[in-house]
């Protein structure tokens, strides 16, 4: 497809359970983010690739939250041991370049744990 | 006219009208602004955006003003459709930075 691409589209967990969220960038694009959508708010960074490096990771709310792009292409976003307050849509996007500007974002991940 | 309903502020206009969305920006470093627009369960989508070396950039139907001064963004809107009815969020980048910071958003209802 043309654009970002992710999934699923939505995901059910229980408290505790590990989840993996996958993210297909536009093909050649190099830099690659993960935000966190609450609920009427506007997307939170999360944390920030150029090609397979992890450039950024500071918006990671703790060490249950772990990303990846060992090909510099798909990335997934992991969280461990899911709590309540993990319940958000999980937003990636893709830009062409390093200077990160114009992002195409996918329709998102929608994550409630219960 | 405006309220503040879950968490967003909201913006009715009527069909045809031009709408005008605020926006302000907290760092004084930031070098580069984007409006995006987002639909009930999709993501953002890009709409127009400037650079701090300019103060008015024109697309198709928007216009984005950006005001250094008083760090102030606005997304005007002409002729207002049904099909605009969206959450318009800004975003800003300092400069040297490597990300997009969110604004809160505004809801936008167009009336018929």
């Known amino acids: 497809g043309a654009g970002v691409s992710q999934s699923p589209r939505y995901k059910v967990a229980k408290r505790g359970q590990d989840v993996a969220l996958r993210c297909d960038p536009i093909s050649g694009h190099v830099s690659l983010f993960w935000y966190q959508q609450a609920l009427g708010q506007g997307p939170e960074f999360l944390t920030y690739f150029q090609n397979e490096a992890q450039l950024d990771k500071s918006g990671l709310p703790s060490d249950r939250f772990f990303a990846e792009r060992p090909e510099g292409s798909v990335s997934t976003l992991k969280i461990q041991r899911t709590q309540q307050e993990d319940s958000a849509v999980y937003l990636c996007?893709?830009?062409?370049?390093?200077?990160?500007?114009?992002?195409?974002f996918g329709s998102g991940t929608q994550l409630s744990v219960l | 006219g405006e309220s503040v309903g879950l968490h967003l502020p909201t913006l009715s206009v009527q069909e045809g009208d031009n709408s005008i969305i605020n926006c302000a920006y907290s760092?004084?470093?930031?070098?580069?602004f984007i409006w995006y627009k987002q639909e009930s369960g999709k993501g953002p989508q890009f709409i127009i955006d400037?650079?701090?070396?300019?103060d008015k950039r024109q697309g198709q139907r928007v216009t984005v003003l950006l005001n250094k001064t008083v760090k102030h963004l606005s997304l005007q809107i002409a002729a207002t459709q049904p099909g605009d009815s969206a959450v318009y969020f800004c975003?800003?980048?300092?400069?040297?930075?490597?990300?997009?910071?969110f604004g809160t958003g505004t809801q936008l209802k167009v009336e018929l």
């Open positions: 400037i650079r701090s070396n300019m």
């Open positions: 996007a893709s830009s062409l370049g390093e200077f990160n500007e114009k992002l195409f």
């Open positions: 975003a800003e980048k300092v400069g040297g930075g490597n990300k997009l910071t």
């Open positions: 760092n004084s470093a930031s070098d580069y």
